[in-house]
């Protein structure tokens, strides 16, 4: 899908802020609803852009656990963020970096380095102005170069850690002209046990947000279903704003759905209204449709995918999720994507990966569940079921083929034992010395040289990728001629460091040391998954046909007979 917005910026138009705020709760979905909303304005023509704003003291999402908040998101310039970013980067289909995730621990520490450098000249150093300024420079700063930036807020507001940003807001507003700027507040509108829709919520929040001096453009009701018209009539009466400016995001099955309900409600169009943009939109005829032709083409047949991992939580490997619907999209075909808890495949895998198409063992950090995801990656290895490892699931790879096909008995990565007497994934001196901020970590977007006639370079078609990275350990290049004698090829390089590994002879199995998963969007799915689905539909097809014809031969046998 060519998804880069054709018209690029234009300056004429200047910088339109929307900024999207949550009411009620959190967990509305509001991310997704700005995304969309993104992701039309794109399919008009503009060229847009986002910032996620998390109110939280952490300075990144590096150091937070995937359990509680889910994935952390790796960006090309190795920015560590919330997944939210994901779907901006999957919903937008733009690279984003570091500097449009803006969280309370950045703006503070650069408010206090500031400080400490005497760059406030004796000042009394607040929060409004120098924290809401650190706040507004940022926005201003992703905003440069493009038509529209989205800005979400993320938290609910009322909370605490979300004032100065509501206060920035405020003086944007200040400072903005009026078709500049447009304000959505995103709100649940939940059901009385009689089925009335309830806007009391709402109007609370609103009220909420009228008290600080923010007063919504556009309020978006998040419902079961969409809103009637009398809660949209309600709401735009006790919330201050015309009936239509008020749209229903009713829950739909899939959040690829997402931008095509926001579209029927008209919230774009309103949006571009709003900010004096309809005139410079692509006519309707001419706009992108490539997202409404993906997410409704016809699907048919499933492949069932097991993703062996640690956490039974869909966020904390989100973007694998997303990248094997991408390639499911690319090949037409249901992804059934089942997680599978590692740790109760440490006695060996018990019937429990029968009848799956293909498996795929994630990234991760500590040893619970690795000798679980090493059973899995046998049976894959034993039983020619499509592999795919990632990062960790790359690394378990070697230590299960050093093992059990080496021989190397008590092989390990030195990461998850120590003692190990064979660390075939090791961590290199070069890597030791790396310490920016949050530790020693190989970050971001790096080039890996792939070879030819090996998998790797059928599936990418290329003599080199650049994917994204996390991880500090490395194959330890003391072992890589072993590994290779005994039929392990590592076919993707980047200097001294091994970055893809493969079978000749199975029928896909694929390690990576890179993330594949956070270049993946839904029009230009990721190689290696889409390798992997390749393969396991190709078996498929061959069991289908196998059984076809020993069915019929049987009966012509007999009827011979
Ligand atoms: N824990 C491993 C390392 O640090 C793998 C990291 C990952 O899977 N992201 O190298």
Request: aromatic fraction near 6%; hydrophobic fraction near 35%.
């Amino acid at each position: 899908m060519p998804t880069e917005p054709e018209t690029g910026y234009d300056e004429t138009l200047g910088n339109k802020f929307v900024f999207v705020t949550g009411g009620v709760m959190s967990g509305l979905g509001k991310g997704i609803t700005a995304a969309s909303t993104g992701r039309l304005l794109s399919n008009a023509g503009f060229d847009v852009t986002a910032v996620k704003v998390d109110p939280y003291l952490n300075v990144d999402a590096g150091t937070m656990n995937p359990f509680q908040h889910g994935e952390v998101y790796v960006l090309k310039d190795g920015g560590e963020v919330d997944l939210d970013l994901g779907n901006y980067e999957r919903f937008l289909d733009i690279d984003m970096t570091s500097k449009h995730n803006v969280t309370t621990g950045k703006v503070y520490q650069s408010v206090i380095e500031k400080e400490r450098s005497g760059d406030y000249l004796g000042k009394t150093v607040q929060v409004i102005p120098h924290v809401t300024d650190d706040i507004k420079r940022r926005i201003r700063e992703v905003a440069e170069g493009s038509d529209v930036c989205i800005i979400e807020v993320g938290g609910t507001v009322g909370d605490i850690e979300g004032m100065p940003y509501l206060e920035a807001l405020r003086q944007f507003a200040h400072e903005e002209d009026e078709e500049d700027i447009q304000f959505i507040h995103v709100t649940l509108v939940p059901y009385s046990k009689n089925g009335e829709q309830k806007t009391k919520p709402t109007q609370h929040s609103v009220k909420e947000l009228r008290s600080i001096g923010l007063q919504p453009d556009i309020l978006v009701g998040r419902a079961d279903d969409r809103l009637d018209p009398e809660t949209k009539e309600k709401i735009a009466l006790f919330c201050d704003v015309p009936t239509e400016a008020v749209f229903s995001n009713p829950d739909v099955p899939d959040i690829y759905q997402v931008p095509l309900m926001v579209e029927d409600e008209g919230l774009d169009e309103y949006v571009m209204e709003r900010l004096d943009l309809a005139d410079d939109a692509l006519p309707e005829a001419e706009r992108h449709n490539e997202w409404r032709e993906l997410v409704t083409q016809d699907q048919s047949g499933t492949v069932n995918v097991a993703l062996v991992g640690k956490y039974g939580l869909e966020d904390a490997y989100l973007s694998i999720y997303e990248s094997l619907k991408h390639a499911g999209l690319a090949h037409n075909v249901n992804v059934e994507t089942e997680w599978i808890h590692a740790e109760e495949l440490a006695d060996g895998t018990d019937g429990q990966l029968d009848g799956m198409d293909a498996v795929v063992v994630p990234g991760g950090f500590g040893s619970r569940g690795t000798e679980g995801k090493m059973e899995a990656i046998r049976y894959a290895r034993e039983n020619g079921v499509p592999y795919l490892g990632l990062c960790l699931g790359f690394q378990l790879a070697v230590v299960e083929y050093a093992r059990n096909v080496l021989g190397l008995e008590g092989a390990h990565s030195a990461e998850l034992d120590e003692e190990t007497p064979y660390p075939v994934i090791d961590i290199l001196p070069e890597q030791e010395g790396v310490d920016d901020m949050g530790g020693t970590m190989r970050l971001g977007a790096h080039v890996t040289e792939i070879e030819e006639d090996t998998l790797a370079h059928r599936i990418y078609d290329d003599d080199s990728c650049t994917e994204r990275h996390r991880h500090r350990y490395e194959v330890n290049p003391e072992y890589i001629d072993d590994l290779e004698a005994a039929g392990l090829r590592f076919s993707g390089e980047s200097g001294r460091r091994m970055e893809i590994l493969e079978l000749p002879e199975h029928p896909y199995f694929l390690g990576t040391q890179f993330h594949p998963e956070f270049r993946s969007r839904p029009g230009r799915a990721s190689p290696p998954f889409v390798g992997l689905l390749d393969a396991a539909l190709e078996l498929q097809g061959e069991s289908t046909e196998e059984k076809r014809t020993d069915g019929p031969a049987d009966e012509a046998e007999e009827v011979e007979v």
